[in-house]
């Protein structure tokens, strides 16, 4: 279900390692778009929809999940991702809702295309089928140093820590890199944000720069 006009919402997606603070700054942001009156329906990938979270319960905590081939990862976070724009995303840009995502497309770019290794080519060719014509707005980038980003993984309440999580320094340095360049060679849609700076300091300029391109 590509978006046949214009829509009248706004698609936000959040972006960075893992223990960037993502998911409480959008909980924030949520709350800001609330009280002026917005809707505002957050969602996360993989995940959002009954499927979508099948598909993360395979990515993230199969039994067999070391096993998994990069291609295979790949291709499941985008069968996530097409269903969520699908059924989720696409529904509510068009009544003028504005959704927030706990990652998107630039996911699969940097996890899976400069992380695991995978060509460029291929990775922005599925990356398009599953979401059509359907890109953000914005993209916030949260950004920590490394030894930060593993640090807090590890500081992280008592579950034991998923498939991503389990990652190396050398693959999360790739990550944080690959999100700066990535943010570097398209500034209209990308801002990085200090990820280090106090929570509050942080949802200030985040809902800033919000309120600055929703006017």
């Known amino acids: 279900m590509p978006l046949k006009s ?65 291609e295979t990862e790949l291709l ?40 695991r290794n995978l060509a460029a080519d291929p990775v922005a060719q599925i990356n398009r089928f599953a979401v059509g014509n359907v890109m953000p707005d914005l993209t916030v980038v949260i950004d920590v140093p490394t030894e930060v980003s593993l640090a807090r993984i590890r500081q992280r309440a008592s579950d034991l820590p998923d498939r991503m999580e389990r990652e190396n320094i050398d693959f999360y340095k790739k990550i944080r890199e690959g999100y700066l360049v990535l943010a570097k060679g398209m500034p209209d849609r990308f801002v990085v944000f200090d990820g280090t700076l106090s929570l509050d300091a942080l949802e200030k300029k985040i809902w800033a720069t919000v309120k600055e391109r929703l006017a």
């Open 76 to 115: 499941l976070f985008t069968a996530a991702r097409a269903q969520v724009v699908r059924e989720v995303i696409v529904p509510a840009l068009t009544r003028g809702a504005v959704v927030l995502t706990d990652r998107y497309l630039d996911s699969s770019t940097v996890y899976q295309g400069i992380g």
């Open 6 to 70: 214009k829509p009248t919402g706004k698609l936000i997606s959040f972006e960075g390692s893992e223990g960037s603070g993502k998911s409480t700054q959008i909980s924030r942001l949520a709350a800001h778009l609330q009280k002026a009156g917005r809707e505002v329906i957050s969602t996360r990938e993989p995940g959002g929809t009954e499927i979508g979270e099948q598909i993360r319960n395979i990515i993230v905590h199969n039994s067999k999940g070391d096993e998994m081939c990069a």
